[in-house]
């Protein structure tokens, strides 16, 4: 019974298993005993069975719940940063963790995925990988509204998407280096400062452009290093003299060094709400620099996504989708969650996955001028390639495709 079960490929809960049995073993009496009673009995019991299977397939109540299905399995988060960089420590720190909250228990793989600004894992995960719950992903916010700002094709709709939920939401940072004598984001208006940035969708790109071409400030914007961890290289090396879009607790966690010896000159705080520490450090925040209400609002469409969202594709059971969110939120709740955190220098602001749901559909319905707005503020046009600029060791490189051998 069970190899014929398990070589259709399908999965049977337990009722269903006793029906088919059933009918199975009254099938094989008819055809050695005959009779009219027993064809009618058997006849019912086959209708019974199509009735349980159809509902099987149909309704959560009679399948799998998350427990029988996750139980022995693993499940792989893609991670769409870059190693070592901020994304991949919040990945990292999750992944650890989340397990032990998710019915069933399943192992927690994290897979690195970077590339164009986490376009490529969320490609990835949106068309290819498998529907069931075993694979979910680590993404940039960026990626959250390309389909509605984004000067490219894309491959996904976003609210297609089962929101599992986001690790923190925080200010992203504008900051120089401390020898070019900016020292106020009021001088970005009149001083050039070069910025890095990777991909189209990654934050360090996006703000950076946005405060360009929104309000007016002097950067010479270099996109295509890999991720914020090759951008703060570049600024050691003082390639570059700035950055604008780097999360507060990436800057704390990666470089706190800057902030403690003073290599840094924090000029602006970007966010939904100001950070205490970067208030009391006498940070002001962007809204502070901006008067035209269409223009707050198109920056706003811009940074509101939540920060460090984990995503399921579409199309995967409902059960399983809430069993996710709650084990989501769970961990966030998790003192040995939390203690790593804190000994991270790892910040947590969670927003659970309705949520984050309820935020996104309120920024797909702004209005055409300002989705034209956020546009305009993502334009990569006066961007320079990494590759023009510096060494190309330095820079993203796309993989080139293996030809395939004629036959």
């Avoid at 019912?44 to 299905?69: C, D, I, K, R, Y």
């Avoid at 003082?238 to 840094?264: D, F, N, V, Y």
Wanted: charged fraction near 20%; aromatic fraction near 8%; glycine fraction near 10%.
């Amino acid at each position: 019974m069970s190899l014929l079960v398990y070589d259709l490929g399908i999965q049977f809960n337990t009722y269903q298993r006793i029906i088919i049995y059933l009918q199975i073993q009254i099938f094989t009496f008819v055809i050695f005993k005959g009779g009219v009673l027993m064809r009618t009995v058997t006849r019912t019991l086959t209708a019974m069975s199509a009735v349980a299977l159809m509902a099987g397939f149909t309704s959560p109540s009679l399948a799998e719940s998350p427990a029988e299905f996750y139980k022995g399995k693993s499940v792989t988060l893609l991670v769409g940063g870059s190693p070592g960089g901020g994304y991949a420590t919040y990945a990292g720190l999750l992944a650890r963790h989340i397990g032990r909250h998710i019915p069933g228990n399943p192992k927690i793989i994290a897979k690195s995925r970077p590339g164009a600004g986490s376009l490529k894992a969320l490609k990835l995960l949106y068309n290819r990988s498998p529907k069931d719950g075993t694979v979910f992903g680590a993404i940039y916010k960026g990626t959250l509204i390309e389909p509605l700002v984004g000067t490219r094709g894309v491959q996904y709709e976003t609210l297609k998407l089962n929101f599992v939920g986001s690790v923190n939401t925080e200010p992203k940072t504008c900051f120089s280096w401390h020898n070019t004598g900016i020292t106020k984001f009021e001088q970005l208006q009149k001083k050039q400062m070069i910025t890095g940035g990777s991909g189209s969708t990654s934050s360090i790109f996006q703000y950076s452009t946005m405060v360009r071409n929104l309000l007016g400030a002097k950067l010479k914007v270099i996109g295509g290093y890999k991720g914020s961890t090759g951008a703060l290289l570049a600024l050691e090396r003082q390639e570059i003299t700035g950055m604008c879009g780097l999360g507060w607790s990436s800057l704390k966690t990666q470089r706190p060094q800057w902030i403690k010896e003073k290599k840094i000159n924090m000029l602006a705080q970007i966010g939904i709400k100001p950070d205490p520490n970067l208030a009391k450090m006498g940070v002001p925040v962007i809204w502070d620099f901006i008067k035209d209400k269409d223009t707050i609002k198109a920056v706003q469409l811009i940074a509101y996504p939540p920060d460090r969202p984990y995503v399921l594709p579409p199309g995967v059971p409902a059960d399983r989708v809430k069993a996710m969110q709650k084990a989501f939120m769970d961990t966030m709740n998790d003192p040995k969650f939390l203690a790593e955190a804190k000994k991270s220098r790892i910040s947590i602001n969670p927003t659970s996955g309705p949520e984050m749901r309820e935020i996104l559909e309120g920024l797909y319905k702004s209005s055409p001028k300002v989705i034209d707005l956020a546009k305009a503020a993502l334009s990569r046009k006066g961007t320079i390639k990494c590759k023009k600029f510096t060494d190309k060791k330095f820079c993203r490189s796309k993989k080139k495709k293996k030809k395939k051998k004629s036959s």
